[in-house]
């Protein structure tokens, strides 16, 4: 396979990814605003709008845990987390597709980004 042949196959499976991962990410936004709006009253159903704060999950496993429950901040958190989360899938997936192409320096170059950005997260994480 030529070299620009290559190139091409990756540039399209990383373009789908982002794709793919901005797609649902809006769908998940669109559910949740649907839910939110239209499901149980409205979203002012039962809270004062004083209190909106305290009602978004803060964390993964509240997330998923609103999802499940059908909340319709639940689903636009975590089209929200899928958003951020899409360039990150991106550089994991060059990390695969540079090191399957032999291409070294950029295979080395892609996982010190990825463990940059790993490490960024488990900061995040203790620092708050």
Do not use: C, D, N, W
């Not at 991962?21 to 039962?46: D, K, N, R, T, Y």
């Amino acid at each position: 396979m030529t070299h620009s042949l290559a190139a091409s196959r990756m540039e399209r499976a990383v373009s789908g990814i982002l794709r793919a991962g901005v797609l649902v990410s809006a769908i998940m936004i669109v559910v949740g605003l649907v839910l939110l709006f239209a499901g149980q009253g409205g979203l002012f159903a039962g809270h004062a709008p004083i209190t909106l704060g305290y009602m978004f999950p803060r964390t993964v496993g509240a997330i998923m845990a609103a999802v499940v429950a059908g909340s319709g901040l639940g689903f636009i958190q975590l089209g929200i987390l899928l958003l951020i989360m899409t360039p990150i899938f991106r550089v994991a997936a060059s990390v695969v597709l540079f090191a399957r192409a032999s291409e070294k320096p950029m295979t080395i170059v892609t996982l010190a980004v990825f463990l940059l950005l790993l490490a960024s997260f488990a900061v995040g994480l203790i620092i708050h």
